[in-house]
């Protein structure tokens, strides 16, 4: 941990830790092919192949991928640093993508050579947001600096996530849409060499016995938090079109909509780090989570759109801080040589939610009232509330 002596917890004060701002515009500007990949893959597929239905398999298989793997390069690059581990995944996942933008730059590529590439690409995703997040925990010398650098990180990562796909908007504007996958690639290989090259990352640490003692059991309540948060935004995202639609609004408000919940979540998150919590973590977790799904229940009651608006921009002010305090609650149950692999597991939570969210409710819409599709998508972040204040959330072993 940083020995440096304990200042005042602000935002300057975390951009003005030691090598904190190379380091973390080097991970954001890394972060920003996140935000543009997704988009310009699905646009490429359907493109190259002419079919909506093998672009969404190809995402699927690419999406599976990089989520449901990433505590394994989480552990990559605890026990090998992330100079030795985080380097060579950030080349081949780039090389993979410049593949798949060649394949996809004219129609007829065939589909299992995409399938297989983009599989490939998602398996080999740098998970630059746990290891960003376990840098913080090194630079930070106390837990009220750490939660403010967390929450400018979550900030700065829904900003990212809103403006890649603007981005690669404008760019098909004069462009193929695979030549978004390239800048992708370039983004990360960029972004990732400079974040490597900065001296304050640490170096290799081989895993430990405390490292893995208790690790599982208390990570999984700030991961089933994340879950049930990726569940209950994508399930509102998907109603609000369905609600939109079904009350004879006009669908082009949606991102509007949609956008006033991210600003929600950017104020939240900014306000989360600004106040100097005295309740544990594990308090703050399920509290973050009650009032989330409280908000997002209610708001199937609104009598019109710009009602429900505001209630999703309500909903959204608790986002960042539950998601902020489920990083945090998960850096508490590990040592420094499980800080990665411990905010993968979290980040794995929320965008499998994501991901599992928007197949539920879509099968829910049409079959019950748009009201209890509402509750249903609220209750989730209920539960998983109970399990934070019931999870027992160790203290660092």
């Known amino acids: 941990m940083s020995t440096h002596a304990p200042v005042r917890p602000s935002y300057a004060a975390v951009l003005r830790l030691p090598g904190a701002r190379r380091a973390f515009t080097a991970a954001l500007t890394a972060r920003l092919s996140y935000g543009t990949v997704s988009l310009a ?55 993979l993508l410049t593949l798949l933008a060649a394949l996809t730059w004219r129609p007829g590529a065939p589909v299992t050579l995409l399938a297989a590439v983009a599989t490939l690409a998602g398996a080999c995703t740098p998970p630059l947001g746990p290891t960003m997040r ?51 690639a370039l983004l990360i290989a960029a972004g990732t060499g400079v974040f490597v090259a900065s001296p304050v990352l640490p170096g290799p640490r081989p895993a430990t016995r405390g490292a893995r003692s208790g690790g599982v059991s208390g990570l999984l309540a700030p991961a ?20 939109a639609s079904a009350h004879a609004y006009d669908t082009d408000l949606v991102p509007w909509v949609l956008g006033a919940l991210s600003a929600g979540s950017a104020l939240g998150g900014l306000a989360n780090g600004a106040v100097r919590w005295t309740a544990p973590a594990r308090t703050r977790l399920a509290r973050f989570s009650v009032a989330l799904g409280l908000v997002v229940a209610a708001a199937g009651l609104a009598p019109d759109l710009w009602v429900l608006t505001a209630a999703l921009a309500l909903a959204g002010v608790f986002v960042a801080p539950t998601l902020t305090t489920a990083y945090l609650a998960a850096d508490e149950c590990v040592t420094a040589e499980s800080r990665t692999q411990a905010g993968a597991w979290v980040n794995m939570g929320v965008n499998a939610g994501s991901s599992a969210g928007a197949l539920a409710t879509g099968l829910l819409i049409g079959r019950i009232p748009l009201g209890v599709c509402f509750l249903v998508a609220g209750s989730t972040a209920l539960a998983s509330a ?9 203290r660092r072993v």
Request: aromatic share 6%; glycine share 12%; hydrophobic share 55%.
């Open 224 to 243: 089933a938090v994340a879950l049930c948060v990726g569940l209950t935004l994508s399930g509102a995202d998907l109603l609000t079109m369905a609600y």
């Open 41 to 95: 893959v699905m646009l490429s597929v359907t493109r190259a192949t002419g079919s909506y239905a093998v672009s969404g398999a190809v995402m699927s298989l690419f999406g599976a991928a990089s989520v449901f793997l990433m505590p394994v390069r989480g552990a990559l690059i605890d026990r090998h640093g992330p100079r030795r581990a985080l380097a060579p995944m950030a080349l081949l996942y780039g090389a």
């Open 134 to 184: 376990a840098l913080w925990a090194e630079l930070a010398p106390d837990r009220h600096l750490l939660q403010r650098a967390y929450s400018l990180d979550g900030v700065a990562e829904e900003l990212l996530f809103v403006s890649g796909p603007v981005l690669v908007g404008v760019l098909t504007g004069f462009a193929p849409p695979a030549a978004g996958i390239l800048l992708s």
């Open 386 to 394: 109970i399990m934070a204040g019931a999870g027992g959330l160790p």
